[in-house]
């Protein structure tokens, strides 16, 4: 069974960083892309980020572009999000998603979801 | 980036009935090489995460009921449930992903009547 744990989440001020993880079991890890996904309280999806299989490629949202990195250790089955530059518009959910299909080229769809952490960034 | 936009924004139907939700994208998400459309749709029900219901505009995920189904092309597609039951409430999001950043509607919240 996939499973996709996701931790790290928490009470940041404006302007601080965090750092999510996700800890991947059940399938190969490290023959899928791999996303963040996040959702505000009470609004809708956002894709994040997303890491092809070997780290060669990354892609961001234009929302977080130049503050979040995204990484993987495919040995520990990990996922991570490193968040700099805080701002409270980054108040989210922050899920981790498994991209469908063991390819080269990402399909886009997510097949499977972690229950999520939540990031909070407030003074 | 492709605007996804759902129709209605919630919908009330009884129990047995067919429920019938909208998605317009902004763009053509109809890639001709292959004749496919790069649109898929989630259920999310409360505190729980999004699950993948239907992708390929039209084919269902391994294990999601048969009542769940969708179609359209090019640039608007529908999510319908035949035969509405209770466990169905949820909120239903759209997704295109024909180009990176993948976008999704606004979701509709589906409650029973």
């Known amino acids: 069974e996939v499973q996709l744990v996701e931790s790290g989440g928490g009470l940041v001020q404006p302007g601080g960083s965090l750092r999510v993880s996700c800890a991947a079991s059940?399938?190969?890890?490290?023959?899928?892309?791999m996303n963040w996904v996040r959702q505000a309280p009470g609004k809708g999806l956002e894709w994040v980020a997303h890491?092809?299989?070997?780290?060669?490629?990354?892609y961001y949202a234009d929302s977080v572009k130049g503050r979040f990195t995204i990484s993987r250790d495919n040995a520990k089955n990990s996922l991570f999000l490193q968040m700099n530059s805080l701002r409270a518009d980054d108040t989210a959910v922050y899920y981790c998603a498994r991209d469908m299909g063991a390819t080269v080229t990402t399909f886009r769809i997510f097949d499977s979801w972690g229950q999520g952490t939540l990031v909070t960034v407030s003074s | 980036d492709i605007v996804m936009t759902q129709s209605p924004d919630s919908l009330a139907v009884s129990l047995g009935e067919r429920a019938t939700i909208n998605c317009r994208s902004s763009q053509s998400i109809l890639y001709n090489p292959n004749n496919k459309n790069y649109l898929a749709w989630y259920q999310q029900k409360p505190g729980q995460p999004p699950k993948l219901l239907i992708y390929w505009a039209s084919t269902r995920e391994s294990g999601v009921p048969d009542r769940f189904s969708g179609s359209g092309s090019v640039t608007d597609f529908t999510l319908s449930i035949s035969s509405l039951q209770a466990e169905d409430v949820a909120v239903y999001y759209c997704?295109?992903?024909?180009?990176?950043?993948?976008?999704f509607g606004q979701g509709t919240r589906l409650e029973i009547k």
């Open positions: 890491i092809k299989q070997d780290s060669s490629e990354k």
């Open positions: 997704q295109q992903y024909y180009n990176t950043p993948p976008t």
């Open positions: 059940g399938f190969t890890f490290g023959r899928y892309w």
